[in-house]
């Protein structure tokens, strides 16, 4: 396996979010990873980024995105961090409970990232060390 | 967003011409959709066989598209790729909504209105 990983920063839009997802994608075909991994990857990605966009810079609407991505053995380890908001509570949201289908009026528009991004990765975890979020997780490849 | 429409009989046929329903294009797309399904037939399909990627907010647009078609009027999907179902099947919205394999099983027996 080639040495090293990725690592990027850009700036917290969602224009930039789509080219770091591009970024990341190529990385991680560069890694070795198999094309089921990779989209599971660009879901979570997409969600945890968009919610640095969305909630963590939404007071002063723009800041720095980092991105890093490493390969160990067959679990994809990510690592994201920002200087904005820190989650509620200082805690990971949790899913949406699962009797929202009852009622198709009632449907939520909104609040899948979470459930999706706890139903995909492993080891998921946040700290806030100062000013700054920290959020980890890994990714469970595909068995060959 | 480059969202088209062809009316078979009583049934208006939406095409996603684009790869990606994400964060960026989200609210554009609901604006777009509104329209059509306000001036929309009773029955509207949305084709997504030509999007790759969808995100949490991409989905949220799309259930809010469902929500707008009231009384007689309904929403249903058709065409979704692998990674599009995945997502719908994760958040349990594949039980939400009527979901066809694809258009041409729906406009076979239709009638071309142009």
């Known amino acids: 396996m080639g040495g090293g990983g990725l690592h990027v920063l850009f700036p917290a839009t969602q224009t930039s979010v789509r080219r770091a997802l591009s970024t990341a994608m190529s990385a991680l075909r560069g890694f070795g990873v198999d094309?089921?991994?990779?989209?599971?990857?660009?879901?979570?990605?997409?969600?945890?980024?968009?919610?640095?966009?969305?909630?963590?810079?939404?007071?002063?609407?723009?800041?720095?995105?980092?991105?890093?991505?490493?390969?160990?053995?067959?679990?994809?380890?990510?690592?994201?961090?920002?200087?904005?908001?820190?989650?509620?509570?200082?805690?990971?949201?949790?899913?949406?409970?699962?009797?929202?289908l009852i009622g198709t009026a009632d449907l939520p528009e909104g609040g899948f990232g979470w459930s999706l991004i706890r139903d995909l990765t492993v080891d998921l975890a946040y700290h806030r060390d100062g000013t700054r979020n920290e959020l980890c997780f890994g990714l469970s490849m595909s068995p060959v | 967003m480059d969202l088209?429409?062809?009316?078979?009989?009583?049934?208006?046929?939406?095409?996603?011409?684009?790869?990606?329903?994400?964060?960026?294009?989200?609210?554009?797309?609901?604006?777009?959709?509104?329209?059509?399904?306000?001036?929309?037939?009773?029955?509207?399909?949305?084709?997504?066989?030509?999007?790759?990627?969808?995100?949490?907010?991409?989905?949220?647009?799309?259930?809010?598209?469902?929500?707008?078609?009231?009384g007689p009027q309904r929403l249903e999907l058709a065409g979704l790729t692998r990674n599009v179902q995945k997502v719908f099947a994760l958040t349990r919205m594949d039980?939400?909504?009527?979901?066809?394999?694809?258009?041409?099983?729906?406009?076979?027996?239709?009638?071309?209105?142009?």
Do not use: C
């Open chain 1, 35 to 100: 094309d089921d991994t990779r989209a599971t990857a660009e879901i979570v990605l997409a969600e945890a980024l968009n919610n640095v966009v969305e909630h963590a810079y939404e007071d002063r609407g723009h800041g720095i995105i980092e991105l890093e991505a490493w390969r160990d053995g067959r679990i994809l380890r990510f690592r994201l961090r920002d200087d904005g908001l820190p989650m509620p509570g200082n805690v990971i949201p949790e899913r949406l409970p699962s009797d929202i």
């Open chain 2, 4 to 70: 088209k429409q062809s009316d078979h009989g009583d049934t208006r046929i939406i095409t996603v011409s684009e790869p990606r329903i994400d964060a960026a294009v989200a609210i554009q797309f609901k604006d777009q959709m509104r329209e059509l399904i306000a001036a929309g037939p009773d029955r509207v399909i949305l084709d997504l066989s030509r999007v790759g990627f969808i995100d949490s907010s991409g989905l949220g647009a799309i259930v809010a598209s469902m929500k707008q078609a009231t």
């Open chain 2, 95 to 114: 039980r939400v909504f009527t979901i066809h394999p694809d258009v041409s099983s729906i406009t076979g027996g239709l009638a071309d209105a142009g």
